[in-house]
């Protein structure tokens, strides 16, 4: 069996260190290279998976050049997506970036662009895609359970992106790291609401169907002395009713410690019955015209290549078939439509039309 070679390059979100775990682990995966401006950055993950220093590079052309790669994983701050793909994309490898997608719909059109060149795929990771309560909802929703969908509602966070490193190892900020960190600027696309609506609207496009919203309304809150949102509410109208994506750093707890309250996860509503699923949860609750009291329904249990993004995109490269779902730029570009809209729309604090370009 072929060892698909996979490097990692850039290293501001701290996901990096998730994904590179998995490719440690894939018995089909080795990590080619690993490379940032800055080593200090990589020290930690370099140490943990015993990576040889004739693998580390401080320069991405050299790491490319040298390592060959058949799949690179991006972690650069989120106004970078479109940058750094670009930058990659020449070097004919497969790209998967770390969610969200990027600031701005020209950007995401950018990253597309780029990869269409080369004839190499592009994949946006989405972590609860692979999440059993997710992908459970997705497949009740498919075998048309509760019908029609006509509502997604979502709510994301956790106490903020500077409480953890890669793995979820926890930390205490201080608070001077929040005027230093790209977190926390409006340049670098940081923000609850580039961070996080994302996800519930990606997803939310994948539960629709890919039915696209026809406008979308959006608040956020800036505490003062900062540059971005901490919380964020969006509203977007389909032809079949209204879905609301809620976003907030500074949770009561990390969900993946504790839920909060209110439970991040998603609640579904169909023509024929409703769906609650959250975060790690071992079931999801299920309410139809039979069971109107609802019951709980097991996760089922995800098989390889749906376990992880690093299985999912070898499985891509092995029998050369498109990514689909969340990942794919297809979904991916609607969920940055809403986002990109709501954006626009907490700006300008009113309603808008969906944009696109």
Request: proline share 6%; charged share 25%.
């Amino acid at each position: 069996m072929k060892k698909w070679r996979i490097a990692g390059i850039n290293f501001d979100h701290m996901h990096m260190g998730d994904l590179l775990r998995l490719v440690h682990e894939n018995p089909d995966a080795e990590i080619a290279g690993v490379c940032d401006e800055d080593r200090s950055r990589m020290e930690g993950t370099i140490a943990k998976f015993s990576i040889p220093d004739d693998r580390v590079f401080t320069d991405y052309r050299i790491c490319l050049e040298q390592t060959k790669p058949d799949l690179v994983i991006l972690c650069p701050a989120t106004g970078e997506h479109g940058d750094w793909t670009e930058k990659v994309a020449p070097f004919g490898t497969h790209i998967l970036v770390e969610k969200p997608f990027a600031t701005s719909l020209e950007d995401a059109d950018r990253m597309i662009a780029a990869l269409r060149k080369t004839g190499k795929q592009l994949a946006i990771n989405w972590p609860l895609r692979w999440y059993p309560p997710y992908i459970t909802a997705y497949r009740l929703i498919r075998e048309g359970v509760i019908g029609q969908v006509q509502e997604v509602h979502h709510y994301g966070g956790n106490r903020g992106p500077l409480y953890h490193r890669a793995d979820k190892e926890e930390r205490n900020p201080t608070a001077e790291e929040k005027g230093s960190s790209w977190w926390y600027s409006k340049v670098a696309g940081g923000g609850s609401l580039l961070d996080y609506l994302g996800y519930g609207v990606t997803m939310g496009t994948w539960f629709h169907g890919n039915n696209k919203p026809i406008e979308v309304t959006s608040a956020v809150d800036r505490p003062d002395g900062l540059e971005v949102d901490e919380h964020s509410v969006t509203v977007a109208r389909y032809d079949r009713g209204l879905s609301k994506f809620e976003t907030r750093w500074g949770t009561f707890s990390d969900p993946w410690v504790t839920q909060p309250q209110p439970k991040c996860g998603f609640v579904i509503t169909g023509t024929a019955g409703t769906i609650s699923c959250y975060d790690y949860d071992d079931t999801v609750r299920l309410q139809t015209a039979a069971n109107p009291e609802g019951v709980d329904v097991a996760v089922d249990s995800i098989e390889p290549p749906l376990q992880d993004p690093i299985q999912y995109m070898i499985h891509c490269m092995e029998t050369g078939s498109e990514v689909d779902g969340p990942l794919s730029p297809a979904v991916s570009r609607i969920g940055q439509q809403i986002v990109d809209s709501a954006v626009r729309s907490a700006a300008e604090k009113r309603t808008v039309p969906l944009v696109d370009r």
